[in-house]
Each structure stands twice: as structure tokens, then as C-alpha cells.
């Protein structure tokens, strides 16, 4: 079985061959050189979220769950038309990996953008971390694909791997020596297990789940560097895997199915540092360790940050306006930023909600204002929770967000 197994994986990795996308600009290490607005002063990202490829590989429903979210990509991508593809973290379910295959299913998620030279670029989530695979494993995957823009700039045991910014260029800029016109972050919440470690029991090594303080600090530092580079506040987007503290007390305000138009099902939603310990232990002793403070102070400081896209709860969709302090947080935003939830876009991983993909829509004249449009494309074809993330979002009204279901039609539970 396990063979077969193997087989049937590097049968369909052989299929796939990189393609293309677009000439490379003059100063770009990247081969399709920097990512641009459109002539008509847009910029779409497509976020596809808890995909779960590589469940339960030696049953018949764990390769059919994976093919159907094959065609939940290729439908949402048939009707939108991102600039950017965004696999905002749990693109594997590590545990049900064998060392030996364990990635070989990226080239199986990346296939529909490589078919339509689209470029992509990943940020981790806890599934992504197992003893079989991890951050560092998956991305040397990745960067065998040209149209990757994944990378790592942070370093350090416990930083993770996806941390890292792209620049957006107007569409009249020839290289990357320009200013960006929006700058967009990914980060690595980490979670999961620790690669190839095991303890003095034989039990996996936890690792922490949560944005590392390091990380925080460079994303503080870099971002007061590109602004003093550029003389300007440049509006900006961030990605990560696993939602801070912030967005669970926010759920316990209220979602308002009207002002923040999404599913909210999962409740109460698992947080950065959720069963951590504020002294480091993870034993199961404690809730909570507030270990992601550090980066909810920085998301909350960086001036011109407008939203940060987060999935891990397959059952929450919307996005809500951080603007105040918080009961029992010491963190007050300085700056208004929307914490957003994506939409499960695979067959694997739990829950049955109709699988999607949210967009997310930058037009330069709204940038101005540091203003988004965002709506969720379903597998139906359907638009739910179109919203424009400006000021007066959280009091601007929508129609509230169907609680719609889809089941995997070829797979024998």
C-alpha cells in the first residue's frame, strides 16, 4: 500500500511542469519580476485557506478529497483573476505524511496556477509542521516552481520559515526600484510539531504557535525602513496562519451577522498561544500564554496596515475592525486595522461548509483613503460577504452571509 501510495504521488507530481509566466523586468531576482497593478489601477489576491492536501493517503476518500480540491481551485480561479494567489497556511495535513512524499503534494496544489502562470506565494499553518515535514521542507518544494514568490527573511529556531514582504508596483514602474503602492506581509504562526524531534518518551516535539517575537520586531524595524526609504506611509495587507488574541475577544463582543457579514460557527475560535502557558510550558495546564502580544502590538502600531487575513477555524468568515482597547487586553490599536477571516477552501481538514476562497480587491484611488474591497467566491460560483473594508466599516450595512454546506461527491467515508 505504501508503495502504491508512493506511486501514485510521483505519477501525478511528473504531470505538472513549470510554466512561464511573464518577462522578467530589469532589476527582479524573481523571473516574472515584480508584482504590478493592472493598467486600470487594480491589484486582486485570491486567499486559499486550509486546503488539508494529504489526508489519510491509504484510504480510498483521503486522494479523492484531494481532487475535489483541485476543482474547487480551478472553479474559483475560472471566475476570478487574481494577480496573486495567497496559501495562507495548512496547505498539508503533515501528520499523515511520510518523510519520503511528504511535499510531493504541493506540486498537486500549485498545478492549476502553474496551468494558468499565475504566481503564488504561501504562508504555514500548525499542519503544516509535523514530524515528517515542515516549514523549511515545504518551501524548498515550492521554490522548485518558478512562479513561487514564497521566501524567508527571518531566521532563528523559533522564528518559523514564512515570514517575509512582496512590494506591489504601479503598472508604469519597469523594475523594482520604484515605490510600492502597497506592500503586502506573511508571516508564520508556526503551531504543529517540531521536524524529526522526538522526546525522551518518543512522544513529538511541540513547537510554539504563535508569530515569534523576532519576527514582530522585524516587521516593526523594516517596515519604519521601507517608510523612511520611500518618504511615505504605504498602505498594506498581511497573511497569517493561525488568528491572534484579538480576534477571539472581538467573537466574544459579538459578531453582527449584518455590520460583519460572515459564518461564525466556530466559537470560541483557537488563538496564537491557545493551551500555552505564559512561562513557556505546554502541558495542558493553561488556556492561554499571551505570547502573541508582541505581534498584536505591532499589527496594531504599523500605520497604513489595513488588514490581516487569518483561517485555522474553518467555521468563521468574517472580518472584523480592531479599533479600541478589549476587555482583558493590554494591546490598544493604534491604528484601526480589520482582522478578516478567509474561507476553507479544501476537502480536508474538518467541517463542512461550502469550500471558497476569499478576494481581495486593491484599487489605487481607494488606497488613497487605505481602503479594500474583499468578498468570498464559493465553490457554487456564488459572491457572499462583499464588503468594503473602510472607515466606516463595522456600521456600514450588508446582507447577512448564508450558512451553506458541500460534501466531497466521490469520496466512501
Same mark, same amino acid.
Given at each position: 500500500?505504501?508503495?502504491?501510495?508512493?506511486?501514485?504521488?510521483?505519477?501525478?507530481?511528473?504531470?505538472?511542469?513549470?510554466?512561464?509566466?511573464?518577462?522578467?523586468?530589469?532589476? %527582479? @531576482?524573481?523571473?516574472?519580476?515584480?508584482? /504590478?497593478?493592472?493598467?486600470?489601477? +487594480?491589484? *486582486?489576491?485570491?486567499?486559499? #485557506? !486550509?486546503?488539508?492536501?494529504?489526508?489519510?493517503?491509504?484510504?480510498?476518500?483521503?486522494?479523492?478529497?484531494?481532487?475535489?480540491?483541485?476543482?474547487?481551485?480551478?472553479?474559483?480561479?475560472?471566475?476570478?483573476?487574481?494577480?496573486?494567489?495567497?496559501?495562507?497556511?495548512?496547505?498539508?495535513?503533515?501528520?499523515?505524511?511520510?518523510?519520503?512524499?511528504?511535499?510531493?503534494?504541493?506540486?498537486?496544489?500549485?498545478?492549476?496556477?502553474?496551468?494558468?502562470?499565475?504566481?503564488?506565494?504561501?504562508?504555514?499553518?500548525?499542519?503544516?509542521?509535523?514530524?515528517?515535514?515542515?516549514? %523549511? @521542507?515545504?518551501?524548498?518544494?515550492?521554490? /522548485?516552481?518558478?512562479?513561487?514568490? +514564497?521566501? *524567508?527573511?527571518?531566521?532563528? #529556531? !523559533?522564528?518559523?520559515?514564512?515570514?517575509?514582504?512582496?512590494?506591489?508596483?504601479?503598472?508604469?514602474?519597469?523594475?523594482?526600484?520604484?515605490?510600492?503602492?502597497?506592500?503586502?506581509?506573511?508571516?508564520?504562526?508556526?503551531?504543529?510539531?517540531?521536524?524529526?524531534?522526538?522526546?525522551?518518551?518518543?512522544?513529538?516535539?511541540?513547537?510554539?504557535?504563535?508569530?515569534?517575537?523576532?519576527?514582530?520586531?522585524?516587521?516593526?524595524?523594516?517596515?519604519?525602513?521601507?517608510?523612511?526609504?520611500?518618504?511615505?506611509?504605504?498602505?498594506?495587507?498581511?497573511?497569517?496562519?493561525?488568528?491572534?488574541?484579538?480576534?477571539?475577544?472581538?467573537?466574544?463582543?459579538?459578531?453582527?451577522?449584518?455590520?460583519?457579514?460572515?459564518?461564525?460557527? !466556530?466559537?470560541?475560535?483557537?488563538?496564537?498561544?491557545?493551551?500555552?502557558?505564559?512561562?513557556?510550558?505546554?502541558?495542558?495546564?493553561?488556556?492561554?500564554?499571551?505570547?502573541?502580544?508582541?505581534?498584536?502590538?505591532?499589527?496594531?502600531?504599523?500605520?497604513?496596515?489595513?488588514?490581516?487575513?487569518?483561517?485555522?477555524?474553518?467555521?468563521?468568515?468574517?472580518?472584523?475592525?480592531?479599533?479600541?482597547?478589549?476587555?482583558?487586553?493590554?494591546?490598544?490599536?493604534?491604528?484601526?486595522?480589520?482582522?478578516?477571516?478567509?474561507?476553507?477552501?479544501?476537502?480536508?481538514?474538518?467541517?463542512?461548509?461550502?469550500?471558497?476562497?476569499?478576494?481581495?480587491?486593491?484599487?489605487?484611488?481607494?488606497?488613497?483613503?487605505?481602503?479594500?474591497?474583499?468578498?468570498?467566491?464559493?465553490?457554487?460560483?456564488?459572491?457572499?460577504?462583499?464588503?468594503?473594508?473602510?472607515?466606516?466599516?463595522?456600521?456600514?450595512?450588508?446582507?447577512?452571509?448564508?450558512?451553506?454546506?458541500?460534501?466531497?461527491?466521490?469520496?466512501?467515508?
Amino acid at each position: 500500500m505504501f508503495l502504491t501510495v508512493l506511486a501514485t504521488l510521483a505519477c501525478a507530481a511528473s504531470t505538472l511542469e513549470a510554466k512561464p509566466l511573464a518577462k522578467k523586468f530589469a532589476n %527582479s @531576482t524573481n523571473p516574472f519580476g515584480p508584482l /504590478t497593478f493592472k493598467s486600470d489601477g +487594480t491589484f *486582486q489576491i485570491s486567499i486559499f #485557506e !486550509d486546503l488539508h492536501f494529504g489526508e489519510n493517503a491509504w484510504d480510498q476518500w483521503g486522494p479523492q478529497q484531494d481532487i475535489n480540491s483541485v476543482k474547487v481551485i480551478n472553479k474559483i480561479l475560472d471566475a476570478e483573476s487574481p494577480g496573486l494567489v495567497v496559501l495562507n497556511g495548512d496547505l498539508i495535513t503533515g501528520e499523515n505524511g511520510f518523510l519520503e512524499n511528504s511535499t510531493s503534494y504541493v506540486d498537486q496544489i500549485v498545478g492549476p496556477l502553474v496551468d494558468r502562470g499565475l504566481t503564488w506565494a504561501s504562508t504555514y499553518g500548525n499542519h503544516d509542521y509535523d514530524f515528517n515535514i515542515s516549514g %523549511s @521542507t515545504i518551501l524548498a518544494r515550492e521554490q /522548485t516552481w518558478h512562479n513561487s514568490r +514564497t521566501t *524567508q527573511m527571518v531566521f532563528g #529556531e !523559533d522564528a518559523g520559515v514564512s515570514n517575509y514582504y512582496l512590494p506591489v508596483y504601479g503598472s508604469d514602474c519597469t523594475d523594482d526600484t520604484c515605490a510600492p503602492e502597497l506592500i503586502l506581509w506573511f508571516f508564520d504562526s508556526k503551531g504543529g510539531f517540531r521536524y524529526q524531534q522526538k522526546d525522551e518518551s518518543g512522544e513529538r516535539v511541540g513547537q510554539p504557535n504563535w508569530v515569534d517575537f523576532i519576527v514582530a520586531d522585524w516587521f516593526l524595524q523594516t517596515n519604519a525602513e521601507l517608510r523612511n526609504k520611500y518618504g511615505k506611509v504605504t498602505p498594506s495587507l498581511a497573511f497569517v496562519h493561525i488568528p491572534t488574541f484579538a480576534s477571539y475577544v472581538l467573537q466574544e463582543e459579538g459578531i453582527n451577522p449584518n455590520t460583519e457579514p460572515g459564518i461564525n460557527d !466556530d466559537v470560541p475560535l483557537a488563538p496564537q498561544a491557545q493551551g500555552w502557558c505564559a512561562d513557556g510550558r505546554n502541558d495542558g495546564s493553561c488556556d492561554y500564554g499571551g505570547q502573541d502580544i508582541p505581534f498584536m502590538q505591532a499589527i496594531s502600531e504599523v500605520p497604513g496596515l489595513m488588514a490581516v487575513f487569518s483561517g485555522h477555524d474553518h467555521g468563521n468568515t468574517w472580518c472584523y475592525k480592531w479599533d479600541r482597547l478589549l476587555p482583558n487586553m493590554t494591546v490598544a490599536p493604534q491604528n484601526d486595522v480589520n482582522l478578516c477571516f478567509s474561507q476553507h477552501s479544501g476537502y480536508g481538514g474538518y467541517g463542512n461548509w461550502e469550500r471558497g476562497a476569499r478576494q481581495v480587491l486593491a484599487t489605487k484611488s481607494k488606497l488613497e483613503n487605505f481602503e479594500v474591497d474583499t468578498w468570498i467566491r464559493l465553490e457554487s460560483g456564488s459572491v457572499v460577504g462583499n464588503v468594503s473594508l473602510n472607515g466606516t466599516y463595522g456600521s456600514d450595512r450588508y446582507p447577512a452571509t448564508n450558512d451553506t454546506e458541500t460534501y466531497c461527491p466521490t469520496c466512501d467515508y
